[in-house]
């Protein structure tokens, strides 16, 4: 007997013992008294087929977090053909063993283009070394077109920020409130990216490869530690929202900003922005500034 012959009637060898077991009881109370069944007294039982059994032990070994039955999972999965549902792909989505585990499979294009989004919580690395394992296989998830870093208390999210420059069809990237005091420089690298937003970390620079984002709309560093206006976003010729409010900014220049011709939402910290707000009026005519913050006693 081959060895998926053999998974096939390990799947099917517990529902039909339970079977055996049920009829012999029926025969038993038969023997004893005759019952007679009226159609209010008949129930009909619901069970599952054979390929809904196999399917439902399937997911029990993908929602385990011992990887044994995750190598389990795979083998019945290709000797029985069997299909992934979107819980599945949620459920592995939550933990980076996981994912490095699925993305490492074979014929595995179905799982790399199913994730279009992907947020990496707190819970997603058991322990540090994770995070460069994980890094490795992110860039072959070539359809994600966002990505969140939501796992505070890991530091080292450069790996992944260097990785997820390397995914074409990334639009949106967020690594908010996580202590990051640098940009790697290969940010350059993400030329589909629109969304950047790197609020509520330690950044006192940004890498002058950040103007060389063709396509980038919106960069929210707001509540920073940046000192001045990193002038490479001056290079951002495609972006309408920049927000550097809550950031120590002595000063900015708004010829510089007038560059940004398709500007139209800005905030800056409230002394700097009140007292350049008549030169930035002129430099920048399509920006909005009757928004509550551009209003100042």
Partial sequence: MGLFSKIKKWFLSKDSTEHKSTTVIVDEVQEEEEVVLTDQDVVEEVSLTEEEQQF?????????????????????????????????????????????????QDNNEHFLAYYKSLV??????????????????????KALEELQWKAKHYWNQHPILVAASQLPLLKRLYVEDCRMNFLPESIAQAWSLEELYLANNKLTEMPDTLGQLPN???????????????????????????????????DIEPRMLGRLYRLKDLQLPEVVAKFNLDTLQDWLPDVDFGKPYWIFD
Wanted: net charge neutral; aromatic share 12%; with cysteine.
């Fill in 56 to 104: 439902a032990q399937i997911k029990q070994f993908i929602e385990s977090d011992d990887m044994s039955n995750h190598e389990l999972a795979a083998m019945f999965m290709m000797g029985l053909g069997t299909k992934w549902d979107d819980e599945m792909y949620r459920i592995v989505a939550q933990s980076a063993d996981k994912m490095i585990f699925w993305a490492q």
């Fill in 216 to 250: 980038l709309k919106i960069l929210d560093l707001s509540a920073n530690a940046l000192r001045k206006c990193p002038r490479s976003i001056y290079h951002l010729k495609r972006l309408e929202t920049l927000r550097l409010h809550n950031n120590p900014l002595n």
């Fill in 120 to 141: 990496i919580s707190p819970r997603f690395f058991g322990q540090y070394s994770e995070i460069a394992e994980f890094a490795v296989v992110l860039t072959s998830f």
